[in-house]
């Protein structure tokens, strides 16, 4: 069973910058389609940006030139780095594993929760 595992969230200011990592505890890493979303109180989850295998990025428009989402295929790592935060960025991020054919979503991780406040 894959586990995704989260790590790097917390409390930042306005302005700050946090990067997220998620770590893909499976064999085989580098055929998914990694990604993030978010879930804030009382909203819908939304996604905030995925990666393709081959490298392909997509992003939320509200995180577009403040957020970069990157992976490392050697270390099984996919990482959001998150720039420019705004209070409104304030929500549980949780890892995805998706399939690159199907687009399903494979596996989540426990989230890890991100507090833009001063």
């Known amino acids: 069973q894959v586990q995704l595992v989260e790590s790097g969230g917390g409390l930042v200011q306005p302005g700050g910058s946090l990067r997220l990592s998620c770590a893909h505890s499976?064999?085989?890493?580098?055929?998914?389609?990694m990604g993030w979303y978010r879930q804030a109180p009382g909203k819908q989850r939304e996604l905030v940006a995925d990666?393709?295998?081959?490298?392909?990025?997509n992003y939320a428009d509200s995180v577009k030139g403040r957020f970069t989402i990157s992976r490392d295929n050697p270390k099984k790592t996919v990482y959001l780095q998150m720039n420019s935060l705004k209070p409104e960025d304030t929500a549980v991020y949780s890892c995805?594993?998706?399939?690159?054919?199907?687009?399903?979503?494979?596996?989540w991780g426990q989230g890890t929760q991100v507090t833009v406040s001063s």
């Open positions: 990666i393709t295998s081959g490298g392909s990025t």
């Open positions: 995805i594993a998706k399939s690159s054919i199907t687009g399903t979503i494979n596996y």
């Open positions: 499976g064999s085989i890493f580098s055929i998914y389609t």
